[in-house]
């Protein structure tokens, strides 16, 4: 059995690999090591390491492990996030990678304001049209970013996707490139209030391949802390 050390000092070779492969400098991809359903004592041991930017996906838990860890982590909330929910993170996270509807956009936007901080967010974007999967289509992405760029206190920064669960980590290589393709084009529209220039994909099982094909942020869990017990 790998410890937790050797299991991060695996992963950030991995991340200098698929660097090297592509010709991308390394201090450009920031890793997050998606903590959720590990208690505090596993995020100290990943923090000891040196790792600073964890992702949770459920506000109360974000919300819990909160105060029990040093100052200075960087948390970013990655899960799907109810409206009636945004009040226990606003103050806690440093980005939220999962906005997937105006209404929870807008609700954002108004906690930002009541706590007089600008909020950077990703717009989730389900490319597959996966059902159980939240997200805009592509076709809405352009109205959606739109609306969204119009409310205070918020700074749209890219995209985001969660893509299915692939065997074999090169199927997922097409879908990478089309959400890389897609930033480009967003980027291109120049909608005030957006700076579309980070792109979140890539999990445990196909982050190197999310890497080779541009991902700003790649989202680490059971890789790095091990298999997570429901
Ligand atoms: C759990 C989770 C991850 C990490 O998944 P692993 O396969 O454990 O690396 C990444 N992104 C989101 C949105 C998650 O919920």
């Keep these: 059995m790998e410890t937790i050390s050797e299991r991060y000092a ?11 492969k592509s010709g991308r400098d390394a201090s450009q991809i920031k890793l997050i090591a998606v903590s ?22 459920r506000a109360q838990e974000m919300a819990a492990k909160y105060p029990l860890l040093p100052q ?17 993170i606003i103050d806690k996270a440093s ?4 906005v997937d509807n105006l209404d929870l956009a807008k609700e954002i936007s108004r906690q930002a304001m009541m706590h007089q901080i600008r909020m950077p967010i990703l717009l ?6 996966e059902t159980t999967k939240a997200g805009f289509q592509e076709e809405e992405l352009k109205t959606a970013l739109t609306a969204i760029a119009a409310l205070p206190n918020l ?9 299915p669960f692939h065997d074999d980590p090169e199927d997922a290589r097409p879908l990478f490139r089309r959400m890389k393709a897609l930033l480009d084009q967003a980027a ?19 982050f190197g391949v999310a890497i080779e094909e541009g991902a700003t942020f790649i989202r680490v869990g059971s890789s790095i802390f ?4 429901y």
């Design 10 to 20: 695996a992963i950030r070779k991995m991340i200098e690999v698929a660097c090297e």
């Design 36 to 57: 959720k359903n590990f208690p505090a004592e596993d995020i100290q041991a990943v923090y000891d390491l040196g790792q600073r930017r964890f992702g949770e996906n």
């Design 72 to 88: 200075d982590i960087v948390w970013h909330f990655i899960g799907r996030l109810q409206r009636n929910k945004v009040k226990y």
């Design 95 to 98: 980005m939220i990678h999962s």
């Design 124 to 129: 989730q974007v389900n490319l597959e049209q």
């Design 155 to 163: 700074q749209i920064r890219g995209l985001m996707t969660i893509g």
């Design 188 to 206: 291109q529209w120049q909608i005030p209030g957006t700076a579309m220039d980070q792109l979140s994909m890539g999990m445990s099982h196909d």
């Design 226 to 229: 091990g298999y997570r017990i």
